[in-house]
């Protein structure tokens, strides 16, 4: 996520033909099979699963360990939490579209929006739906990078909401990396996963921008930590 625009124009996302939604569906099969196939690993070295289990949280991915995320929240929240909901910022640009229509598939709903597109207004819709205690999940380098840079959307969502955000990343052993400007990573089938949980970070509803710069870069530091390329 990038920092969130103050614009007060009302943009509307792009959406999906027909054979957009076709194709998404059938992505969808597809990804599913795989993540059944993945031998995911949870890391908790510092203990904070207990304080993740009290939910709503603010969930800090790299871009490119998307393919790994959406499986892995499926399987350590809602299975053993059914009442957990998830929300993600995605793009509202075309490729924008066809993932908020892949999260849908995995019943995580999408609010769409980024830095030069409907900031703003993604910002408050996030905002309503962590009253309504969603989980939200932001890829925090994207949605054009640079790769592993924090942007500074996701301390504001912390300081509005008041809620901990919590650095998760991983290493997965098997993996196809694309040529895209976050070198994205999917796992191959039957792949070793190891999914690690970061210390979370707070901030004060009343921090300012200095508290929020050293925030932003604790949560960079955070994830990189945990992250093994």
């Known amino acids: 996520m990038s920092q969130l625009d103050q614009s007060a124009a009302v943009v509307v996302p792009h959406s999906l033909r027909w054979h957009g939604e076709l194709a998404v569906a059938a992505a ?21 699963m207990p304080e993740l289990r009290k939910g709503p949280i603010i969930m800090a991915f790299w871009h490119n360990r998307l393919a790994l995320s959406l499986p892995v929240y499926r399987h350590f929240f809602p299975r053993v939490q059914p009442h957990r909901r998830a929300v993600a910022l ?28 409907r900031g703003s207004q993604a910002l408050r819709e996030l905002v309503s739906l962590i009253r309504r205690g969603y989980d939200v999940g932001i890829t925090v380098d994207g949605p054009r990078g640079p790769k592993y840079d924090v942007k500074e959307g996701i301390v504001l969502l912390a300081q509005l909401t008041g809620l901990p955000v919590v650095p998760m990343s991983g290493h997965i052993h ?18 070793r996963c190891d999914f690690r949980v970061g210390q979370p970070v707070r901030l004060s509803r009343e921090s ?9 870069l604790l949560i960079q530091e955070r994830l990189r930590e945990i992250t093994t390329d």
């Open 208 to 216: 300012g921008p200095e508290e929020r710069e050293a925030a932003r």
């Open 28 to 48: 969808y099969v597809l990804y599913r099979s795989l993540s059944t196939t993945l031998r995911v690993h949870f890391e908790d070295t510092h203990g904070v």
């Open 174 to 191: 098997s993996k196809k990396i694309f040529g895209s400007w976050d070198a994205f990573q999917l796992p191959l089938p039957f792949a």
């Open 90 to 117: 995605v793009s509202a640009s075309k490729d924008g579209a066809l993932l908020a229509h892949l999260m849908d598939h995995h019943g995580v709903k999408a609010v769409r929006g980024s830095s030069s597109r």
